[in-house]
C-alpha cells in the first residue's frame, strides 16, 4: 500500500472519531468495545484463506488493517502512541527477531528460525521483566484449546512433558475414569466441570506429541460433522421425511450410509 492510501485511510478513521462531525456509533467505541471486532476479523481473514477466496481475502485484509488503525486512533486521541508508532515497533520487532536475514545469526532450516525466534522473545520478556514463568508470554484471550497447546509446549521446553504419547494416552484413560465416576456418584457440575477440563486438556496435549494444532484438528471435526449430518438430513428429505421424526435407530442408520461417501 503506497503512503498515499495509508493517509487516506488515516484520515477517514480521523474523521469518524471527529466529535460532534464524526460516526455517533465509531465515537462510542473504546479499545474493549472494538476488541470482539478485531478477533472477529482475524478468524474472517483465516476464513477465506481457508477457502482459497482471494478476492474475499483482500477484503478481509482491508477489514483488519481497518482494525489496527481504529486502535491506533483511539490511543493518539489518549496521547499513548499513533500508528506510525505502531509500524515502527512491528519494523522493529521483525528486524530483531530476524538476525539471520538482517544480521550475522545463522539459521538455515525452519526448526533453527523457530528457535531463534522464541529464544529472542524469551529475552525480550526477560528484559521487560516477564520471565518469571515458562509460561509467560501466552496470552490469556488465545482460544482455550490452542491455549492448552501452547502451555504444554512451553512446560515441554523446560522437560516437563511425558516421554511418549503412549504416556499422554495412559492420563486420557485416567481422566476418562475420574469424570465418569464423577458422573456416576453425581458430584456437583463443578467437579464435572473441572474433570472434563483435565480431559481436554490432555487432548490438546496429545494433539501437539503429534504436532498438530487441537484447534484446527476439532474444526476439520466440526466441518466433518457439518456434512455429515447435512447429507443425512438432505437424504431424509428427499424421501419426504423430516428428520426430527425419525427414531434415533434410523438416523445412526443413515448416518453409517452417509459415512460411506461423506
Known sequence: MSDKNIDKLLEIMAALRTPKTGCP?????????????????????????????????????????????????????????????????????????????????DADTPDAVKQSWEDTKAAERKEKGQNESALDGVALSLPALLRAEKLTKRAARVNFDWPSYKDVFDKIREEINELETEIDQQAPIERIEDELGDLLFCMANLARHFKLDPEVTLKKANNKFTSRFKAMESSFKDEGKELSAQSLENMEARWQVVKKRV
Open 25 to 105: 456509533w465509531d465515537l462510542e467505541q473504546n479499545f474493549s468495545t472494538i476488541a470482539p471486532y478485531t478477533i472477529e476479523e482475524a478468524y474472517e481473514v483465516a476464513d477465506a484463506i481457508e477457502r482459497n477466496d482471494m478476492s474475499d481475502l483482500k477484503d478481509e485484509l482491508g477489514d483488519l488493517l481497518f482494525q489496527v488503525v481504529f486502535h491506533s486512533r483511539m490511543a493518539e486521541e489518549e496521547d499513548m502512541f499513533t500508528f506510525d508508532d505502531v509500524a515502527q515497533s512491528i519494523s522493529e520487532k521483525m528486524l530483531r527477531r530476524h538476525p539471520h536475514v538482517f544480521g550475522d545469526h
